[in-house]
T-cell receptor, first 110, second 116 residues
Framework: DAKTTQPTSMDCAEGRAANLPCNHS???????VYWYRQIHSQGPQYIIH???NNETNEMASLIITEDRKSSTLILPHATLRDTAVYYC???????????FGGGTRLMVKP | GAVVSQHPSRVICKSGTSVKIECRSL??????MFWYRQFPKQSLMLMAT?????????EQGVEKDKFLINHASLTLSTLTVTSAHPEDSSFYIC????????????FGPGTRLTVT
C-alpha cells in the first residue's frame, strides 16, 4: 500500500471548515484513499473513501486531485466533537489490513 | 453503520496471568478480523490477521505463542494475552471486514489492558 504524508497537527475554529491535507504521490491506479478518525481512547471511525472522483457524505467531503497524488478531507462545519486524530490511508479496495501512519491531530477550538 | 463490540473495555491483571479479549461483529458476518495494538501517543500497529476457521497470520515481531488468536465463528474472534507482563499494557483494538462487501472495515471500541 502507498505511503501517505500528513501534517502532524492542525487547529480549527469551531463552526469553520477544517481542511485536512494528505499527500500520496506513489498511489497506484487501483488504490483508494480512505479516511478514518480516532477520538481519544476509542477505536477508529470510518469517515469516507474515494478512488478518483470527489466524494461527499453526511460527515465530510473528500477532494482528490486529478493526478491523485494528494487529497483533502473537508469537515464543513467543525465542532468540538470533531477533535481527533485523522488518518489518511491508501489501499487496494477490498484489500486486507489498514496501515496507519501518524495521522493529523485536529484540535477544534471554541 | 455496522457495529463491532469488544469485551472487556478495560482490564487490569497481574503479571504472569492470561487475559482474553473478545471481538464481535454484531450485525454482520466477518470472515476476516484484525487485531491492532496502540501504545500511548502512537499510531495503531497491526498485530495479526484472523480468518474464520483457520490459523491467524501474525505480523513480524509479534509472538504467536504469546498472543493467541481464535476465530471460531463469523462473528467472534478472541485474543488471549498469555503470561502478561507490564510491557504488554496497551490499547488493543480489533476490526472486522464485512463478508462479501467492498472491503469495508469497522473497528471495535478498544480494550485497555493494564498489567501490574
Amino acid at each position: 500500500d502507498a505511503k501517505t504524508t500528513q501534517p502532524t497537527s492542525m487547529d480549527c475554529a469551531e463552526g469553520r471548515a477544517a481542511n485536512l491535507p494528505c499527500n500520496h504521490s506513489t498511489i497506484s491506479g487501483n488504490e483508494y484513499v480512505y479516511w478514518y478518525r480516532q477520538i481519544h481512547s476509542q477505536g477508529p471511525q470510518y469517515i469516507i473513501h474515494g478512488l478518483k472522483n470527489n466524494e461527499t457524505n453526511e460527515m465530510a467531503s473528500l477532494i482528490i486531485t486529478e493526478d491523485r497524488k494528494s487529497s483533502t478531507l473537508i469537515l464543513p462545519h467543525a465542532t468540538l466533537r470533531d477533535t481527533a486524530v485523522y488518518y489518511c490511508i491508501v489501499r487496494v479496495n477490498a484489500g486486507n489490513m489498514l496501515t496507519f501512519g501518524g495521522g493529523t491531530r485536529l484540535m477544534v477550538k471554541p | 453503520g455496522a457495529v463491532v463490540s469488544q469485551h472487556p473495555s478495560r482490564v487490569i491483571c497481574k503479571s504472569g496471568t492470561s487475559v482474553k479479549i473478545e471481538c464481535r461483529s454484531l450485525d454482520f458476518q466477518a470472515t476476516t478480523m484484525f487485531w491492532y495494538r496502540q501504545f500511548p501517543k502512537q499510531s495503531l500497529m497491526l498485530m495479526a490477521t484472523s480468518n474464520e476457521g483457520s490459523k491467524a497470520t501474525y505480523e513480524q515481531g509479534v509472538e504467536k505463542d504469546k498472543f493467541l488468536i481464535n476465530h471460531a465463528s463469523l462473528t467472534l474472534s478472541t485474543l488471549t494475552v498469555t503470561s502478561a507482563h507490564p510491557e504488554d499494557s496497551s490499547f488493543y483494538i480489533c476490526s472486522a471486514r464485512v463478508q462479501g462487501g467492498r472491503g469495508e472495515q469497522y473497528f471495535g471500541p478498544g480494550t485497555r489492558l493494564t498489567v501490574t
